[in-house]
Nanobody, 125 residues
Framework: QWQLVESGGGLVQPGGSLRLSCDASGFNLQYYAIGWFRQAPGKEREEVSC????????NYADSVKERFTMSKDSAKKTIYLQMNSIKPDDTGVYYC??????????????????WGQGTQVTVSS
């Protein structure tokens, strides 16, 4: 299959933690840049984190630095977003996305071709 399916969202209290997963069935992740995005009600979609096809190091939006950790398991074709010290502003629908890259790159792409359907994260006390 050529699809991305997010899971792991839910209701979480401020200061809590969640781990989101993205099943990337059909994608050889060594050839794809990967990213996590989120969209809160009434706001534009925001890039949270990404990993290029060069190495395993992730890039993060300023709003989530030192709190979120992105990783991938290429063998399992799964992408993860570990969310710690969650804040109310982290509420939103979280999407994973991938972009094919013909050659390895140290930077993340500006656009992504394949998107999942999203998983809801609601932060509330």
């Amino acid at each position: 299959q050529w699809q991305l399916v997010e899971s792991g969202g839910g209701l979480v209290q401020p200061g809590g933690s969640l781990r989101l997963s993205c099943d990337a069935s059909g994608f050889n992740l060594q050839y794809y840049a990967i990213g996590w995005f989120r969209q809160a009600p009434g706001k534009e979609r925001e890039e949270v984190s990404c990993i290029s096809t060069s190495g395993e190091s992730a890039n993060y939006a300023d709003s989530v630095k030192e709190r979120f950790t992105m990783s991938k398991d290429s063998a399992k074709k799964t992408i993860y977003l570990q969310m710690n010290s969650i804040k109310p502003d982290d509420t939103g629908v979280y999407y994973c996305a991938v972009q094919y890259m013909a050659s390895r790159s140290q930077v993340c792409p500006s656009r992504y071709s394949y998107w999942g359907q999203g998983t809801q994260v609601t932060v509330s006390s």
